[in-house]
Antibody, heavy 122, light 110 residues
Framework: QVQLQESGPGPVKPSQTVSLTCTVSGDSVNSGNYYWSWIRQPAGKGLEWIGRFRSSWNINYNPSLKSRVTISIDTSRNHVSLKLSSVTAADTAVYYC??????????????WGQGTLVTVSS | QSVLTQTPSASETPGQRVTISCSGSSSNIGTNTVSWYQQLPGTAPKLLIYGNNQRPSGVPDQFSASKSGTSASLAISGLQSEDEADYYCAAWDDSLNGYVFGTGTYVTVL
């Protein structure tokens, strides 16, 4: 059974860089078979796709966040990482890690973590 | 900013059927398959439908979905109180080169 668990710093100050980690069990982030994705959700609002990683040459980011986002993997720890720089209050949200499939049946996220709250406040 | 548009809310009495719509464009729903996610209060989203109308293992057949042109719909039949949740459609967008979600629909069981 695939499981994903996000972790992060909790509260961060404006202009800082926030780093989140997604620990994956039941699958290998290095298999190249799936996309490892980040999605966020501000309180009371909808879902926003941040980006995805499949390999070093196969990474996509939301155009609205692209200049501030980096997604990478740590194969030794089977982690997926998200770095978001120059954060503002608008980045306050629950951040989800998800595994995504891209197949004949299209693109979709089949496994999700429980999410980690990032609060940006001075 | 959501690219796919959903009606904010829908409601029906227990046992009845409710339908949720999702409107997109030629660069997303018109070209790529649609998936649907259920988010129960206080929990992470869960995959409900993929490939326009395919249910993952464990999702009951009370949930069904379809796609036509640049729109898609999700139907929930035999509505139960535990179906009260937010429902999001999603699709890959070729113009944005990203995954886009709908605005979400909250289903209330009266």
């Amino acid at each position: 059974q695939v499981q994903l668990q996000e972790s992060g710093p909790g509260p961060v100050k404006p202009s800082q860089t926030v780093s989140l980690t997604c620990t994956v069990s039941g699958d290998s982030v290095n298999s190249g078979n799936y996309y490892w994705s980040w999605i966020r959700q501000p309180a009371g609002k909808g879902l926003e796709w941040i980006g995805r990683f499949r390999s070093s040459w196969n990474i996509n980011y939301n155009p609205s966040l692209k200049s501030r986002v980096t997604i990478s993997i740590d194969t030794s720890r089977n982690h997926v990482s998200l770095k978001l720089s120059s954060v503002t209050a608008a980045d306050t949200a629950v951040y989800y890690c998800a595994r995504a499939v891209d197949s004949w049946s299209g693109y979709y996220a089949d496994y999700w973590g429980q999410g980690t709250l990032v609060t940006v406040s001075s | 900013q959501s690219v796919l548009t959903q009606t904010p809310s829908a409601s029906e009495t227990p046992g009845q059927r409710v339908t949720i719509s999702c409107s997109g464009s030629s660069s997303n729903i018109g070209t790529n398959t649609v998936s649907w996610y259920q988010q129960l209060p206080g929990t992470a989203p869960k995959l409900l439908i993929y490939g326009n109308n395919q249910r993952p293992s464990g999702v009951p057949d009370q949930f069904s979905a379809s796609k036509s042109g640049t729109s898609a719909s999700l139907a929930i039949s035999g509505l139960q109180s535990e179906d009260e949740a937010d429902y999001y459609c999603a699709a890959w967008d070729d113009s944005l080169n990203g995954y886009v979600f709908g605005t979400g629909t909250y289903v209330t069981v009266l």
